[in-house]
């Protein structure tokens, strides 16, 4: 049997918000056409949102207290000095580490990280590659580890470009204006020069190797779009007023450019696979191209990575993946557990992400492992490398530093070692911060708040430039750790356990130690008023930050601070200016959708409710108000299972949900009243349709009616069985309902079956008469499980709620909807009192019929479960 393939495709910070214009004006073509023959939807990231951090995750379907990978820089292995993140630090099993394992062939090309290049059966180009040295008279060798299998070098090595190989035919369809640089004091073409050349040297290699190599799993990593956008988001339109017009002037195309490279690329490499290959386009983060541009990054460590946006984008067609739909709930680390289910491998238990099944056309229930870590055997990882094996890359470096994700290590190794390993540790406390796990935070956090670190010394700082020692904010005296970071931490933790004296005393120390006080803490002191019941203190500190500099956030937090208070109303109207600033933040729909509960207006309570869960598909909070608003419009069935999902994701906490589960249970337990909605006359053009659960004798009530002498709309495809054996009157279209009713007009004065859950789906503008078959729960489903070879006495339950919420949605349906008439026919009567059933059913449709051919329908013996 052939294996599909899977093609795994990162662009770094890739956003929707700026893919969506680009595609309508017909400008990432290759992307647009994937979407059309695939899914697309949001991809929502972690905390802290470091790139190797997420591509790790990516990879592992972990989180990075599990996969071990904490940041840009990693200590050597032999504790004497730092360098760029490597693969030594990751320590869970990648998606190519398993498939080697399972025998499969995997090409990985620029993964982030991925040096030292592990033996994996296959081809991997480490993310060294691309990495060669701005000065065109200096020579960038290959190092040892770049490439596996080695002996590959020499075919690749000459596939990279250089920076000064970027001529004017590159640079001026994506920066116009080039000519008007002046670039002895503007290095923007210098960095597009180096950008441009590295992504280029990834595609060169990516394509080379899926032409000419077997393989089953193939991901390539661009960091193109991520760079762009941090040398030049802030010129991006539309035009923020601190940006100089002749600055805009020149790069106002840069990032739009970034997108349309890549896009290119990616039509490239569809070009070369072939229609039983899967393709996966993801970002690891969104960018910030609105009012939330950063144009001066505060001292903060990795400042930039302020700038990232909580949703990145995923892409992906394929043999089995639905066509042309929106997906929902998306997260990094689902990645690696859905591609082993592709190739029909177990899904580690230990792994934090899972299955989206919902990609699907045809799906299997995934198959699991307690974990791939305890698998002994051939992963094809690294073991026991040395110092030289990893050799300090400058450039690589040098790069963070220009970025701006890590400062200029310094030249005192000791200090440089002291500052790696703070750093790494704070990652740590910041990602079980984002799991709220808050209590394995706060115990790193309180560790490095505790530490006596050195002072810099004149010595230290000798060798600095003026520029550098600015730009750092350091000064001979002050700690070589700045800890404000950490009680930025703790102060959220203990707001997060209300601990309102202790975060005001975290509030207090960070005022000493920032004496100019330029962080933003106006949320914090409004949370600390509010928990002390000082409501209009708090009020006012958010207004006064509104005055200042209006946010999403802060109105947000207004809206709280009324809801708290119980002023509805007023709540209402911050949350909704909350959105109108940024729409697609959960936790501003799902905090509207509770005040609207509040208000009354459960329908648009329950569409906040449900953007929210599509937002981020694990939130508790959002599926709990989901399901009060679902119980007060009736949907009682529906509003357990949000109630039940609500619980499970947040066991301890949702006690509440608990109880509404109950009270739910109770109103479910009353049997439904079944009341017609009929007047007994003949209706100009009307459809009759017989509806029903399945197995309740729609099939016999359609004989009866053509036997009466209605025309009936069917097409014959399905034919008679023993299950049926006078036919089941089927018109296939009807599957459809949901998708296309416009056939419903050649329907009109016939009859035509339409199963329960489609009647919502009919057009409003005709006429309908529902015969609606009605037959004991119990007998319905023990009728098809016998009907598909299943033990009739084994009761799936699942399947009988879910038949008592059909019921329930019918009877709200047909009281709705004012060209509907419905009434109820049980089937028991067809069989026992079918004089009866004829005359109702013939009053109801106002047509005279032949009673007497009609009542020759009607066989008890394929009345099969009789009670």
């Not at 290095?187 to 990834?202: C, H, I, P, Q």
């Not at 983060?285 to 946006?309: Q, V």
């Not at 994700?405 to 990652?427: F, G, Q, S, W």
């Not at 002072?455 to 750092?472: A, C, M, W």
Request: hydrophobic share 40%; net charge neutral.
């Amino acid at each position: 049997m052939k294996q599909n393939k899977v093609l795994l495709i990162g662009w770094d910070a890739a956003d929707w918000k700026i893919i969506w214009p680009l595609i309508t004006k017909g400008e990432m073509p290759a992307l647009k056409k994937l979407m059309d023959k695939g899914v697309y939807g949001n991809m929502s990231t972690m905390n802290p949102p470091y790139s190797p951090m997420l591509w790790s995750s990516v990879a592992t379907g972990k989180t990075p207290d599990k996969h071990g990978v904490l940041g840009f820089i990693e200590l050597m292995p032999n504790n004497k000095g730092v360098r760029p993140v490597t693969t030594n630090s990751r320590k869970a099993k990648a998606i190519w580490n398993i498939l080697h394992y399972k025998g499969y062939k995997s090409n990985l090309v620029g993964w982030w990280p991925s040096f030292p290049a592990e033996p994996i059966n296959g081809v991997v180009v480490s993310d060294k590659f691309q990495k060669v040295n701005k000065d065109p008279n200096k020579k960038s060798p290959i190092v040892k580890g770049t490439i596996h299998p080695e002996s590959l070098t020499k075919e690749l090595q000459d596939l990279r470009m250089f920076p000064h190989e970027i001529t004017e035919a590159h640079i001026l369809p994506c920066i116009p204006n080039a000519a008007k640089i002046n670039q002895e004091k503007d290095r923007g073409l210098d960095n597009f020069a180096k950008m441009l050349a590295e992504s280029t040297s990834v595609h060169a290699a990516a394509t080379n190797v899926m032409r000419t190599t077997e393989w089953d799993f193939m991901a390539v990593y661009y960091d193109l779009i991520d760079h762009f956008c941090h040398a030049f988001m802030k010129f991006y339109p539309p035009k923020l007023k601190a940006v100089p017009q002749d600055a805009f002037d020149i790069y106002n195309e840069a990032v739009i450019s970034a997108y349309k490279i890549q896009d290119m690329m990616l039509a490239r490499k569809m070009e070369l696979v072939d229609a039983d290959t899967t393709i996966i386009v993801m970002s690891d983060h969104g960018f910030e191209s609105g009012h939330r541009r950063i144009l001066k990054m505060p001292k903060y460590p990795a400042a930039p990575a302020l700038e990232h946006r909580q949703f990145g984008m995923f892409v992906a067609a394929g043999p089995n993946i639905k066509q042309n739909e929106k997906v929902f709930g998306l997260g990094l680390i689902d990645i690696a557990p859905t591609i082993l289910h592709m190739f029909n491998l177990p899904v580690g238990k230990d792994m934090d992400g899972k299955v989206a099944l919902d990609l699907f056309k045809e799906t299997t229930q995934p198959k699991y492992i307690d974990s791939w870590e305890n698998v002994k055997g051939d992963f094809a990882q690294l073991e026991g490398v040395s110092d030289s094996d990893s050799l300090s890359d400058q450039e690589t470096m040098q790069q963070l530093v220009d970025l701006g994700y890590i400062d200029k290590p310094d030249e005192k190794i000791e200090i440089a070692i002291l500052k790696t390993k703070c750093d790494l540790k704070h990652n740590l406390a910041r990602v079980f911060l984002g799991k709220k796990d808050y209590e394995s935070s706060n115990e790193i956090l309180l560790e490095l708040i505790n530490d006596d670190y050195p002072k810099y010394k004149k010595s230290d700082l000798e060798g600095k430039t003026e520029e550098q020692l600015k730009k750092q904010d350091i000064k001979e005296g002050d700690s070589v750790i700045d800890v404000i970071p950490y009680y930025m931490d703790l102060l959220s933790i203990a707001l997060a356990y209300k601990q309102f004296e202790k975060a005001e005393g975290y509030l207090q120390q960070l005022r000493t130690l920032d004496k100019n006080f330029e962080i933003n803490t106006y949320f914090s002191e409004a949370r600390i008023l509010v928990g002390k019941g000082k409501v209009n203190e708090a009020l006012r500190v958010l207004e006064l930050a509104k005055s200042k500099k209006p946010n999403a956030e802060i109105w947000y937090q207004i809206g709280k601070i009324h809801m708290q208070i119980n002023q509805f109303q007023e709540a209402r109207e911050a949350f909704e200016n909350a959105l109108k600033i940024e729409i697609d933040r959960s936790q501003y729909h799902q905090a509207l959708a509770a005040v609207l509960i509040r208000l009354k207006d459960y329908e648009e309570a329950a569409e906040h409710a449900l953007t929210a869960i599509e937002l981020v598909k694990y939130y508790p909070e959002a599926h709990y108000t989901l399901g009060e608003a679902l119980e007060k419009l009736g949907d009682l069935e529906n509003a357990k299972i949000a109630y039940e999902t609500a619980s499970r994701l947040k066991p301890v906490e949702h006690k509440r949900a608990k109880k509404a589960i109950e009270n739910v249970e109770e109103k479910l337990s009353e049997p439904t009243t079944l009341n017609d909605k009929a007047a007994y006359k003949y209706r100009k053009d009307q459809i009759i349709i017989v509806s029903g659960l399945p197995r309740s004798g729609t099939s016999v009530m359609m004989q009866m009616l053509h036997r009466g002498g209605v025309e009936v709309l069917t097409d014959g495809n399905r034919k008679s069985d023993d299950s049926n054996p006078k036919g089941y009157f089927e018109y296939d279209p009807v599957m459809a309902l949901h998708k296309d009713n416009s056939w419903l007009d050649i329907a009109q004065n016939k009859s035509v079956k339409i199963v329960a859950p489609l009647l919502k789906f009919l057009d409003p503008k005709y006429r309908y008469k529902v015969i609606f078959m009605n037959r004991d729960l119990t007998e319905v489903v023990k009728s098809q499980q016998k009907m598909i070879g299943k033990d009739p006495d084994v009761l799936p339950v699942k399947l009988f709620e879910a038949y008592k919420k059909h019921l329930n949605q019918v009877a709200v349906w047909k009281d709705k909807e004012p060209s509907v008439e419905l009434i109820y026919v049980n089937y028991k009567d067809v069989l026992n009192d079918t004089d009866k059933v004829i005359e109702k059913v013939t009053s109801f449709v106002g047509v005279d019929l032949d009673k007497k051919e009609m009542i020759k329908c009607v066989d008890t013996s394929l009345y099969r479960n009789k009670v």
